[in-house]
T-cell receptor, first 114, second 116 residues
């Protein structure tokens, strides 16, 4: 049973298209995140949701729109894809009530924009 | 503002050597948490350890050990008798006191090559 699962794992698309990545966690955590890892392996937080409420939005272009239908799901929709959006996107979850709770990551979704 | 610095971009050692990965952090909070994660070539991110700011005891887990020193704001990671399977990118991370907007900030990672 995968704790944090993302789909798809690989996504290749043309510039200008719109795409979505889905994330689900079965750990009962109340907080979920999206991180972006660029080609230099730098991991940067994009968004955080706590119980379906947006908590963190790290100056991400508004072409990126997260959606959390319930606390077990956090999806990422990207409009008008650009070359610079190519990266690995990691979903993660943690238990906010547990002070300094560690992140549990999904396997990542590698997005390639041509 | 919180910040994590991993000055070593890439390290190569021969198998069975010991290697230490450095991590220096900055925070204004007195309560914070430090983490290490491993990212092997397969790409997943694996949690290794969490340490809170009130616990300066060093920790050992098998061949892995961590040295937390508040005086120098460092949380270094040592692998003893390294093995090829230890080859990975290692990330140090910091989370300030738990708030509703708590976030974990990562260093840029150190790529470790263990040569057979």
């Amino acid at each position: 049973d995968t704790a944090v699962s993302q789909t798809p794992k690989y996504l290749v698309t043309q510039m200008g298209n719109d795409k979505s990545i889905k994330c689900e966690q079965n750990l009962g955590h109340d907080t979920m995140y999206w991180y972006k890892q660029d080609s230099k392996k730098f991991l940067k937080i994009m968004f955080s949701y706590n119980n379906k409420e947006l908590i963190i939005n790290e100056t991400v272009p508004n072409r990126f729109s997260p959606k959390s239908p319930d606390k077990a799901h956090l999806n990422l929709h990207i409009n008008s894809l650009e070359l610079g959006d190519s990266a690995v996107y990691f979903c993660a979850s943690s238990h906010l009530d547990r002070a300094g709770g560690e992140l549990f990551f999904g396997e990542g979704s590698r997005l390639t924009v041509l | 503002a919180q910040k994590v610095t991993q000055a070593q971009t890439e390290i190569s050692v021969v198998e069975k050597e010991d290697v230490t990965l450095d991590c220096v952090y900055e925070t204004r909070d007195t309560t914070y948490y430090l983490f290490w994660y491993k990212q092997p070539p397969s790409g997943e991110l694996v949690f290794l350890i969490r340490r809170n700011s009130f616990d300066e005891q060093n920790e050992i887990s098998g061949r892995y050990s961590w040295n937390f020193q508040k005086s120098t704001s460092s949380f270094n990671f040592t692998i003893t008798a390294s093995q090829v399977v230890d080859s990975a990118v290692y990330f140090c991370a910091l989370s300030e006191a738990p708030h509703s907007d708590d976030k974990i900030i990562f260093g840029k990672g150190t790529r470790l090559h263990i040569l057979p």
